[in-house]
């Protein structure tokens, strides 16, 4: 009975770890788009473990997840909160390179302040005159919460024959 305990939680441990890739592990070409491109397009799990329509969004990239601030009622939040975490990240377009990502939420200004600081240098002065007080205030009210998404080491390109995150 021990024993089966053990390799139980030996399998649980492998598992976790098999479950979430490294900067280093992806794609050359994933990990230069994240450190290029303005947007990402993300598609979340909806109930039936179907892919949602992919949203375009402002993101950063810290070298290990993809950081995004939205809208506590957006269906992102809203399916992770119900515990559908599996994502897709397309970048350059929902015909271009993609990866799995799990989701989870972020709370506290740390976080946010480091999510804001890296939009900062990343967008200049349009989202630092323009956004980011508003980003400020809707972490302020409860409104705006920051969504991490760590890449699961799944990849492809583009939308035709992609399995659902099921």
Request: glycine fraction near 14%; hydrophobic fraction near 40%.
């Amino acid at each position: 009975m021990l024993m089966r305990g053990f390799f139980c939680a030996a399998a649980a441990v492998l598992v976790g770890l098999a479950v979430t890739a490294t900067a280093a592990e992806l794609p050359a070409d994933i990990v230069e788009h994240l450190e290029r491109d303005p947007y990402v397009y993300i598609s979340s799990t909806r109930k039936s473990g179907d892919l949602g329509a992919a949203s375009e969004i402002w993101f950063s990239w810290d070298g290990e997840a993809v950081l995004v601030g939205t809208g506590v009622k957006s269906y992102r939040v809203r399916r992770i909160r119900a515990g559908r975490t599996a994502a897709r990240i397309w970048l350059g377009g929902t015909d271009g390179p993609w990866f799995g990502a799990t989701g989870s939420l972020l709370e506290g200004k740390a976080a946010e302040d480091a999510m804001l600081d890296a939009f900062g240098e990343k967008y200049g002065d349009t989202f630092k005159e323009s956004w980011k007080a508003k980003f400020r205030e809707g972490f302020e009210k409860g409104t705006r919460v920051v969504v991490r998404y760590t890449p699961t080491g799944q990849t492809g390109k583009g939308p035709e024959g992609l399995p659902t995150p099921k």
